[in-house]
């Protein structure tokens, strides 16, 4: 009996051995990294440096240099995983692209890109329809031709810009789409893609407001992952559409599902989406006029209609009483009729005339108002007074003046309108349901990955669709099969990928880190060693006890070092992770100053060369400083009537002859002078000059009479007639406090649009070099042709060309106060107290906290016989105790003006990007012993630095700063 239950207590361990080895044969791991022709035992030596002034050797071998690729390259994995599983459609699609017709794809092509589920004897399937007439199938692929034409070209403006809006391009400046531009090259250069200003080809759809880029001018790998997104996306669409009229998901089985999400073509979203965008899209044809307020409406049309105003007998009769009221208010347009395209508004998917008038105008001419319908008195619209005529409407569906339900659409319209919409819904939803057909792709392709560290990362986000591999390649990334076909990655090619994408980067963080490394005793503590190891033990301890909640033990303990760390084992944690990270953040982040003194408690000349420097690009922005105190009035162009000003070079671009055009300008600088008049009127006097604008504004918009003048009211500059024609247009006035929030200085000037900028630092030129110039304690109207304005008579000072003109209208500038900046002369007399004749700068600290032995200081004087010029003490003291987080020894004003003078320079020399660049001098990078490939990237990753100091500009203050043959070599490193 007891040898009977031994034997049955043997098999139930057999039977639980059994089961456990089971159990983790479902979670076992390869723990093996492939390295294909890689010899990691005798690696190849990859880069090479020779440091300029220690004479330094180090050097990157191609084992650790793949190392820190693969950290760093799963995305590319991810791609070229994509690429070979989407090989077929994107091979369509760049078809697709270089075709001029449909007759130059193959049947596979035309397939793959056709919305079909199998091609048959040589008749094509769009939309599950069998189709043989040869003109739908062509304005199919067509239309899809231009879809991802369009989109990759969209794709590559934001990618280039931040942006694809054609209105949002064509308000940038030149010169700050230059900089992106050059910036994005820049980019492409850093991973081996080389690319012209000339490459860059913008073309404008206007119908679309697009900005788009011409990609037939770049090189395929400046877009191929928009391509592969493209490619992912016909294979979504593909499958989406098999699925996209099923109201259940796998019917009849025990996996029935409703479909919610993808059931895309029933007949009420099919009908909804209509009913809101094909039902509405066409052509409004509409007259609309916008007023200030509701008397300027009436006192139009009784101007130009009489007492009788519009002539409601009949539609016609009304259509020409808006006709007569159109051309007299907007006489500068031109004389239009019924017919002309100056009342057309385009309604599409792409753009809606309406709304960029009104939205709420939107409403009332398609929604409020039918053909043939009109307002007959002035109607209060988000505060403005509106008079609408609704002409008539022409609807793309149907070719109808009136909206057609789908239903009432003949029987080959309601047809196509069901294949565009559809389509338009498959395309829009390919995106959000790649991600499903991905992971169903996956489950069918049996997918092995090799590499323990992507296979894990891919596990973690599709674990119910990766089996994990139970084979090892050693030459192989991955593969799988798809349609009986085997592709693969292989190690060597993943190398050169990777290498090209990361390979400059990874070089340069690479020997910055051995080189900071080698200061390790300078930087760091032997228990701050001796505490990292101790966390990497607990880490790995934890790991083992599969405590840790992120990285399960299976992956074993290398592919878990790598993946949390960034590196394959214990030592190489141990030493870039841990030490040599903090060894080059210390090195970059650390400014020696006890090295700029010297034993006789002066500054030392290593100090003397960094000072004179900074000294030279701060000093240099003394001409620079100013402090600017000022309001002004806003002359407003609102043209369209939305309530927002209109830029007045597009405006005057409408008037018809250069007559209209300097009629125009006098009326802006009419109306100029008569506020200007009014504000400086006696009966103001005690007030300041921003409350005389604020209430001028006030009675503007009333049209109240001037008091400067009771024989005219606002409203006779407020609606101007230009000269002898009957053209009339309107303006609305802005009065703004600029200096509520505090003076406007040489940094702050620049977030204003920059002709008000040039027009401010313009007045305070003017302002700082004319003699005795006063400024009333209410403030003076100013200009920088004529300075300040007084009297009644300076009135007629102001012309057009005297007022700053910006996009948003004509600006009347008072100015307040102004100065420049302080003195820096500071002499043993202005040293009242005597306290900054011998100021002793604190450098650091002995170890001995109860003798001041071994302190370390510079005694200096902060005096200074010049005025305008910092001298090296100053700096010194300022820059040492800034950095220190010392309270200032200096005279507060002294102070002040250091801080305006030198904060920029200080920053750039402690910036991280700048002490980048020092080190990749020191370590003699340009020199690097390399193949010309990589050679040529690091050079571009050293420049990338260079252009983030000099912000990009040739002509920067800075530009000298980043020269090799500067010595910034920190004292003890010599």
Same mark, same amino acid.
């Given at each position: ?8 207590? !043997? ?7 059994f ?20 010899n990691t ?13 220690? $004479? ?8 650790? @240099? ?9 995305? #590319? @994995? ?11 459609e ?15 794809l193959t049947?596979?092509?035309?397939e793959?890109?056709?919305?079909s ?5 040589g008749?094509? /399937? !769009? ?16 239309e ?17 810009y ?33 690319i ?77 989406? /209509? ?12 007259i ?10 009436? =006192? ?21 009483s808006?006709?007569?009221?159109y ?9 239009h ?15 809606n005339?309406l ?7 939107n409403t ?14 002035p109607?209060?619209?988000?505060n403005?007074?509106?008079l609408? &005529?609704r002409?008539?409407?022409? /609807? ?17 319209d309601?047809?196509e ?12 939803t ?5 991600s ?35 084979n ?18 292989? #190690? ?7 290498s ?16 900071? &490394? ?19 033990e =607990?880490?790995?301890?934890e ?14 303990e290398?592919t @878990?070092l ?41 500054i ?25 105190d ?5 002359i ?15 405006f005057?671009?409408?008037?018809a002859?250069?007559e ?7 009326? !802006? ?6 506020? &200007? ?8 006097d ?44 309107h ?9 509520s929030?505090?003076?406007i200085?040489?940094?702050? !000037?620049? =977030?204003?649009?920059?002709?008000f ?14 003699e ?8 003076? @109207?100013?200009t920088?042709t ?5 009297t ?21 500038? #008072? ?10 002369? /500071?002499?043993?007399?202005?040293d ?17 906290e ?18 305008k010029v910092? =001298? ?7 820059f040492?105790?800034?950095?220190n ?18 904060s ?34 690091? $050079?571009?990753?050293?420049?990338? &630095?260079?252009n ?15 020269d ?11």
């Amino acid at each position: 009996m007891k040898l009977f239950k031994k034997v049955l207590s !043997v098999a139930f361990i057999g039977m639980l051995a059994f089961t456990f080895t089971s159990c983790s044969n479902s979670t076992k791991r390869n723990t093996i990294v492939p390295y294909g022709s890689i010899n990691t035992s005798n690696p190849q030596t990859v880069a090479s440096i020779k440091t300029k002034t220690t $004479n330094t050797e180090l050097s990157l071998n191609e084992a650790d @240099f793949y190392t820190r690729l693969r950290k760093n390259g799963y995305d #590319v @994995f991810t791609e070229e995983l994509k690429a070979l599983l989407y090989e077929k459609e994107l091979n369509a699609l760049k078809a697709l692209l270089n075709a001029s017709s449909v007759n130059e794809l193959t049947n596979e092509q035309k397939e793959i890109l056709s919305l079909s589920k199998e091609l048959v004897d040589g008749t094509y /399937y !769009v939309n599950h329809e069998n189709v043989t007439d040869s003109s739908i199938i062509t304005k199919y692929f067509d239309e899809i031709k231009e879809y991802y034409s369009a989109t990759l070209s969209k794709n590559l403006a934001t990618k280039i810009y931040g942006y694809n809006s054609l209105k949002t391009y064509e308000s940038k400046e030149q010169k700050d789409i230059d900089l992106v531009v050059e910036k994005y090259i820049e980019s492409m250069a850093r991973i081996g893609i080389t690319i012209t200003k000339d490459q860059i080809v913008n073309k404008k759809d206007t119908d679309k407001n697009l900005v788009l880029i011409d990609y037939t001018k770049l090189p395929e790998k400046a877009y191929y992952s928009n391509l592969i997104t493209l490619a992912e996306n016909i294979y979504s669409s593909k499958k989406l559409f098999e699925i996209a009229d099923l109201e259940y998901l796998h019917e009849g089985t025990d996996e029935e599902t409703k479909n919610t999400s993808y059931y895309l073509f029933k007949d009420e979203t099919i009908e909804s989406s /209509y009913d809101s965008s094909y039902k509405t899209y066409g052509t409004y044809r509409a007259i609309i006029l916008t007023f200030n307020s509701r008397r300027e409406a009436l =006192n139009h049309v009784q101007k130009v209609l009489g007492t009788t105003g519009i002539d409601t007998t009949s539609k016609d009769t009304a259509l020409n009483s808006y006709i007569s009221l159109y051309n007299s208010y907007y006489a500068y347009r031109g004389n239009h009729n019924a017919d002309s395209d100056e009342f057309k508004y385009t309604i599409n998917e792409y753009i809606n005339d309406l709304d960029d008038i009104s939205a709420s105008i939107n409403t009332l001419i398609t929604e409020t108002l039918d053909n043939g319908e009109y307002l007959s008195e002035p109607r209060n619209i988000d505060n403005k007074y509106v008079l609408a &005529y609704r002409i008539d409407t022409n /609807y793309d569906w149907g070719n109808s003046s009136s909206k057609t339900d789908l239903k009432d659409l003949s029987t080959e319209d309601q047809k196509e309108v069901k294949r565009l919409l559809q389509q338009k819904s498959i395309l829009n939803t390919a995106s959000s349901y790649a991600s499903t057909a991905f992971k169903e792709l996956i489950k069918e392709s049996n997918l092995e990955i090799y590499d323990p560290y992507y296979e894990y990362q891919f596990r973690n986000s599709y674990s119910d669709y990766y089996e994990l591999s139970q084979n090892f390649d050693n030459n192989l990334i991955f593969k799988f099969e798809v349609n009986g076909q085997s592709k693969s990655l292989t #190690v060597d090619n993943f190398y050169k990928l990777v290498s090209a994408k990361y390979g400059a980067s990874i070089i340069t963080e690479y020997f910055q880190l051995e080189y900071a &490394y080698l200061y390790k005793d300078e930087y760091v503590e032997n228990d701050t060693i001796d505490s990292n190891k101790e966390t990497i033990e =607990n880490a790995l301890k934890e790991f083992n006890k599969n405590n840790n909640q992120t990285y399960p033990k299976e992956i074993g303990e290398e592919t @878990f070092l790598f993946a949390n760390y960034g590196y394959n084992s214990v030592d190489n944690v141990l030493k870039y992770y841990f030490t040599a990270k903090a060894c080059l953040s210390a090195y970059k982040a650390q400014v020696i100053f006890d090295s700029w003194a010297t034993e006789d408690h002066n500054i030392s000349d290593d100090a003397t060369k960094v000072l004179d420097r900074i000294l030279a690009a701060g000093n240099a922005k003394y001409s620079e400083l100013f402090n600017i105190d000022i309001d002004h009035i806003l002359i407003n162009i609102d043209d369209d009537g939305d309530g927002s000003p209109d830029d007045p070079e597009a405006f005057i671009a409408t008037l018809a002859n250069a007559e209209i055009v300097e009629a125009f300008k006098n009326a !802006v600088a009419n109306l100029a002078q008569a506020i &200007y008049s009014e504000a400086i009127y006696e009966d103001y006097d005690d007030n300041d000059m921003i409350d005389n604008l604020t209430f001028i504004v006030k009675e503007f918009n009333k049209g109240s009479a001037l008091r400067s003048n009771p024989n005219k009211t606002w409203d006779d500059y407020k609606t101007v007639t230009l000269g002898n024609t009957d053209i009339t247009f309107h303006f609305l006035l802005t009065a703004e406090q600029l200096a509520s929030s505090g003076d406007i200085t040489q940094d702050s !000037v620049n =977030n204003f649009v920059v002709p008000f900028a040039d027009y401010v630092r313009e007045m305070y030129s003017k302002a700082s070099n004319t003699e005795s110039l006063s400024i009333d304690s209410h403030g003076n @109207f100013f200009t920088p042709t004529d300075g300040k304005l007084t009297t009644a008579e300076d009135a007629t000072k102001i012309t057009y060309d005297t007022l700053c003109e910006t996009v948003f209208g004509y600006h009347l500038i #008072v100015l307040n106060s102004y100065s420049g900046p302080s003195s820096l002369k /500071y002499t043993e007399t202005n040293d009242t107290n005597g306290y900054q004749k011998e100021i002793e700068i604190l450098i650091s600290e002995g170890d001995d906290e109860d003798s001041d032995d071994d302190n370390i200081f510079v005694v200096l004087n902060s005096y200074n016989d010049n005025s305008k010029v910092a =001298n090296i003490n100053q700096l010194f003291i300022y820059f040492v105790q800034s950095q220190n987080g010392v309270s200032s020894s200096l005279d507060s004003s002294i102070n002040t003006i250091l801080k305006s003078l030198f904060s920029e320079s200080i920053e750039i020399y402690t910036s991280s990007n700048f002490q980048t660049i020092l080190l990749l001098n020191e370590l003699n990078i340009s020199d690097i012993t390399a193949s010309d490939e990589i050679k040529n990237l690091v $050079n571009i990753e050293k420049n990338y &630095y260079i252009n983030l100091v000099t912000e990009y500009e040739d002509d920067s203050k800075f530009a000298s700063w980043i020269d090799d043959s500067l010595d910034w070599v920190r004292p003890e490193q010599k």
